[in-house]
């Protein structure tokens, strides 16, 4: 299990502090030092089954520096994933990555569900 994020943020903190007291053993990646490629996001996105915009990290300084609010609509997905692999920061975070399914964002009742329900 692949658990990308953010040492700074304390979303990410969280979560990784959830996977620890749950016994989740995991490969801890840092997404500014090692970024998404552009073929993981492709990937990730289509295992993800969630609308591409999830992906960003939409309160973000550099989403919000780059405008990409009132931009994503005009992009296409190509274009959004192209974009998304030029930074890590613009990547919504943390992110879990298994060979069956990608999570986006912490939120525990879906992390225990998805996560507790695989370790059973």
């Not at 920061?89 to 990555?97: A, F, H, N, S």
Request: charged share 30%; net charge neutral.
């Amino acid at each position: 299990m692949l658990f990308v994020c953010y040492p700074k943020c304390t979303t990410c903190q969280k979560a990784g502090k959830w996977l620890e007291a749950n016994g989740i053993e995991y490969t801890k990646r840092h997404i500014a030092e090692e970024k998404p490629t552009y073929d993981e996001l492709k990937k990730w996105y289509e295992m993800s089954g969630l609308p591409l915009k999830k992906f960003f990290n939409t309160s973000g300084m550099l989403y919000k520096e780059m405008k990409l609010k009132d931009r994503l609509s005009e992009m296409s997905e190509e274009e959004q994933l192209q974009l998304l692999s030029t930074n890590g920061m613009l990547v919504k975070r943390p992110l879990i990555v298994t060979d069956e399914l990608v999570l986006v964002g912490f939120k525990e009742a879906d992390w225990k569900e998805k996560l507790m329900g695989e370790q059973a």
